[in-house]
């Protein structure tokens, strides 16, 4: 069964510092891959996506994607973050083969202090 | 607005008393999705549909219902709630299943069973 890991539980940081959160998932086939995020009290948004092609994926506000197959990774990166960015922050994960189910990490949550 | 809308937002009630949490999308979207959010859990699927008239159990579908009448409508039924379903609820849709699979959210339900 497809799985997908968060190691990072609780990230605390001060602005401007960079982040990268991890991301791994447990499925041999072609897979789609997404970031999504969930400020405080709102509902989950698309980051970005990867479907196929370069495997660096920019997506909004700054954040950016790398997916390295042969870890069977997809990390997300800022290169500065701001207090802004404190959320939850989920990898998502479905087959090629099977894209009715999404399958969601167990989340990141990231404080940034000023 | 593009939008998925969730009702309530908040509900607190008790063991055994039948519930229905609606969930409505105006982006004509096919797909429709429920999650619920633990802590520590991330976001787990609990039904699906891929079109009006079609739906199909994710991972926690135990205690839970849904019907799909109308596209655009994909209410979640508890018949009989108990407190383990105590839970953060999301809605999600999508134009289909497939490569495209970026899903909306809705803003969410709290629910609190007693």
């Known amino acids: 069964a497809q799985s997908v890991s968060q190691h990072n539980h609780h990230v605390i940081l001060s602005e401007a510092a960079s982040l990268e959160l991890g991301c791994n998932y447990s499925?041999?086939?072609?897979?789609?891959l997404f970031w999504y995020v969930q400020y405080p009290g709102q509902h989950l948004q698309l980051l970005l996506k990867?479907?196929?092609?370069?495997?660096l994926v920019k997506g909004i506000k700054g954040f950016e994607a790398e997916f390295i197959k042969s870890k069977f990774s997809f990390n997300l990166r800022k290169p500065s973050v701001q207090w802004s960015d404190t959320a939850e922050y989920f990898c998502?994960?479905?087959?090629?083969?099977?894209?009715?189910?999404?399958?969601f990490g167990t989340g990141t949550r990231l404080q940034v202090f000023p | 607005e593009a939008q998925v809308t969730q009702n309530p937002r908040y509900l607190i009630t008790v063991t055994g008393k039948k519930l229905t949490v609606t969930c409505s999308q105006n982006m004509n979207h096919e797909y429709m999705s429920w999650y619920r959010q633990d802590p520590g859990l991330g976001l787990r699927q609990i039904y699906y549909?891929?079109?009006?008239?079609?739906?199909d159990k994710g991972d926690v579908p135990e205690g839970y219902k849904v019907s799909r009448k109308e596209k655009r409508n994909f209410p979640l039924i508890l018949e009989s709630p108990s407190p383990n379903q105590t839970s953060l609820y999301f809605c999600?849709?999508?134009?289909?299943?497939?490569?495209?699979?970026?899903?909306?959210f809705g803003p969410g339900t709290r629910l609190t069973v007693l």
């Open positions: 990867y479907f196929s092609g370069d495997p």
């Open positions: 998502a994960v479905n087959a090629a083969y099977n894209t009715d189910k999404l399958i």
């Open positions: 999600a849709s999508s134009f289909a299943a497939g490569r495209d699979n970026e899903q909306f």
């Open positions: 499925y041999g086939g072609t897979v789609n």
């Open positions: 549909s891929m079109n009006v008239e079609v739906t």
